[in-house]
Structures are given as C-alpha cells and as structure tokens.
C-alpha cells in the first residue's frame, strides 16, 4: 500500500511555456502534500507544503507566482511552472501524508525530469 | 533551525565489505530520524524510521541505529544491488535532508 504516482517522468518544454506535474495518491488520502526540488548530486529541497483545500504554504526563496500549487481533492495536487527557464530545468518529487498513517506516511512519488531549452 | 549532515559523502566498497554510514543532527525536538534510498533519477524509498536515542531497526543487510546526535545505517556484507544514495532526514510534518551519501558496491 501507500503508492504516489507522479506524471509525467520527464518533460522538456520551451523556455517560457508553462507545464504542469501531477502527483496522486492512489490507494490513500493524502491530507497533505510536500514538493520538493532536487539538483544533480545534492539533496532535496523542499519547496513548499499544501493541505487539502487551502493555500500552499511556500519555504523562503521560493517564488510563488513561479511554482503554483494546487491541492484540490485528497488525491491529487498539481505544481505548475509558469514561465519556465533554463534554470527552473531540475528534478522534482512529490510525497504525500496522511494523519491517518503518522510519521510513517511518508511516501515519495518517482520524480519528474524537467528540462527546459 | 533543523541541521542534518551525512558523512561520507561518497563511499565505495566491494562485495561483502561492511561498514557504517553517518548521519549527524541537530533539532530542537525530535520528533522523527528517517532514512531513504535513492536510485538515480528515482524518489527516495523509505527504509526505516527512528524515534529514540537507543532504537535499532533491521531490514535485509541493512541496520539503523540512533543516539541523540547522530544515526549510523550500518551495511552488513553488500550486495552490488545496494548501490543507491542513502539519504537522512529529521523532522515531522516537514522534513530536512541531509546531503546523502552515494554508496557503491563493486563485485
């Protein structure tokens, strides 16, 4: 049990297009959700944290205007790069919460590979 | 602030050599020390989760333990397949990583 699927794997987009990453949680409800960031051979980075029906909740230094997030049901939430550039080109990941299952509920999706030319 | 720090940062073995790898903390509470594997272009897999000083947690070759600064995920007779970065983490609802040490098994 716990499965998050993320979509899609990888992606290449034109700089200053826009395009959309999905993590789902496919066998429970995931009151909360983490994005994360991730460069090559370093650690990662969270970005920002969203609850079910409300606003995310952005770490210092991350533009929210850039990364929207979207968490609008208990299975899915979004994260949208607006306006993308060379240097938004990076790994993001997902994990999913829930209260239900504690400190162990934390499940990571399998990343997206955004690269933008 | 929470602080992890992972050491080494690289490490290579050959099969069936053990060892230990460091994850050192600071927080102000702890109220959870994780441990990952990461293969490359893959999100981390949960292994073990720590709670207190004096807790131990096996699963397969690999052996978790913690005290009040620092976890070490001890390695017992690797197999190549357990090349992967090993990531540490505290924290509760939002967690921070250490670095990650890359380990690699040569056969």
């Known amino acids: 049990g716990a499965v998050v699927s993320q979509h899609p794997s990888w992606v290449i987009c034109k700089s200053g297009t826009s395009v959309k990453i999905e993590c789902r949680s496919l066998?429970?409800?995931?009151?909360?959700m983490f994005w994360y960031r991730q460069f090559p051979k370093q650690s990662l980075m969270l970005m920002a944290t969203?609850?079910?029906?409300?606003?995310?909740?952005?770490e210092q230094g991350v533009e929210k205007d850039k990364f929207l997030i979207n968490h609008a049901s208990l299975t899915l939430s979004t994260l949208t790069v607006t306006s993308a550039h060379p240097e938004d080109s990076s790994f993001y990941i997902c994990?999913?919460?829930?209260?239900?299952?504690?400190?162990?509920?934390?499940?990571f999706g399998s990343g997206t590979r955004l690269t933008v030319v | 602030e929470d602080q992890v720090t992972q050491s080494p940062e690289a490490l290579r073995l050959q099969e069936g050599e053990s060892s230990s790898l460091n994850c050192s903390y600071t927080v102000s509470g702890l109220r959870g020390l994780f441990w990952y594997r990461q293969d490359p272009g893959k999100g981390p897999e949960f292994l073990f989760t720590l709670y207190s000083a004096g807790e131990e947690k096996e699963k397969e070759r690999l052996k978790a333990t913690l005290t009040k600064k620092e976890s070490f995920l001890h390695i017992t007779a690797p197999k190549p397949e357990d090349s992967a970065t090993y990531l540490c983490a505290v924290g509760a609802q939002k967690l921070v990583f250490g670095q990650g040490t890359r380990l690699t098994i040569n056969p």
């Open positions: 994990s999913a919460s829930s209260r239900d299952r504690g400190l162990y509920g934390y499940t």
């Open positions: 066998d429970f409800q995931a009151t909360t």
């Open positions: 969203s609850n079910e029906g409300s606003k995310a909740t952005y």
